[in-house]
Nanobody, 119 residues
Framework: QVQLVESGGGLVQAGGSLRLSCAAS????????MGWYRQGPGKQRELVAT???????NYEDSVKGRFTISRDNAKNTMSLHMNSLKPEDTAVYYC?????????????WGQGTQVTVSS
């Protein structure tokens, strides 16, 4: 199994920046991709960005050009650099890993970290 721990959330004014980090432990060799999801107040959880083992990256349209996802495979960490933050970015941000376990793909989740953007 893979354990994920997020850090770096907080309160920031609109236009500001934050950096989220996710540390993976356990069966990290089974990770096929990692990503960030978020769930805003009264909203469903949505994908923010994904980075695959081959380096491919996908972003949700509203964060393109503002957020940057990266991985350090040597340290088993992933980061999300968030710039030009908007109040609508306010959400709990979750670290996600897709792992291959017994020939099935499964999702592992962190506990979440709160990001609040004030206007």
């Amino acid at each position: 199994q893979v354990q994920l721990v997020e850090s770096g959330g907080g309160l920031v004014q609109a236009g500001g920046s934050l950096r989220l980090s996710c540390a993976a432990s356990g069966s990290v060799f089974s990770i096929r991709s990692m990503g960030w999801y978020r769930q805003g107040p009264g909203k469903q959880r949505e994908l923010v960005a994904t980075i695959f083992n081959d380096g491919d990256i996908n972003y949700e349209d509203s964060v393109k050009g503002r957020f940057t996802i990266s991985r350090d495979n040597a340290k088993n960490t992933m980061s999300l650099h968030m710039n030009s933050l908007k109040p609508e970015d306010t959400a709990v941000y979750y670290c996600n890993a897709v792992v291959l376990r017994q020939m099935n793909l499964e999702a592992s989740w962190g506990q979440g970290t709160q990001v609040t953007v004030s206007s």
